[in-house]
C-alpha cells in the first residue's frame, strides 16, 4: 500500500505540507531499520474489525496470543 501509495487520498501521507515534498516509503527500509524489521518479521499485524466483536471474541483473541506465547518452543 505505501510503496504502491495506493491510499484513497492524494494528500498526506502521499505528499503532505508537512514536509514540502512527495515521500518515498522505500527510503524508509534505510531510514528506519529497526522499525521496518519490527513490522516485516516481529509484529502482528491486525486489523482493527476483529477488534469489533463481543467481549468472547475479545477473549479468544487473548487466548491465542497467549497460546503462541506459551508454545514458542515447539513453534520455532
Given at each position: 500500500m505505501f510503496l504502491n501509495k495506493s491510499f484513497?487520498?492524494?494528500?498526506?501521507?502521499?505528499?503532505?505540507e508537512?514536509?514540502?515534498?512527495d515521500l518515498n516509503y522505500k527510503d524508509f527500509?534505510?531510514?528506519c531499520p529497526?522499525?521496518?524489521?519490527?513490522?516485516s518479521y516481529e509484529a502482528i499485524w491486525l486489523e482493527?474489525?476483529?477488534?469489533l466483536g463481543s467481549k468472547e471474541?475479545?477473549?479468544?483473541?487473548a487466548k491465542a496470543f497467549?497460546?503462541?506465547?506459551?508454545?514458542?518452543d515447539e513453534i520455532i
Open positions: 484513497n487520498t492524494r494528500e498526506c501521507p502521499i505528499s503532505c508537512f514536509y514540502k515534498r527500509e534505510k531510514i529497526v522499525s521496518e524489521r519490527a513490522c482493527h474489525r476483529i477488534f471474541d475479545m477473549e479468544d483473541i497467549r497460546k503462541v506465547k506459551e508454545n514458542l
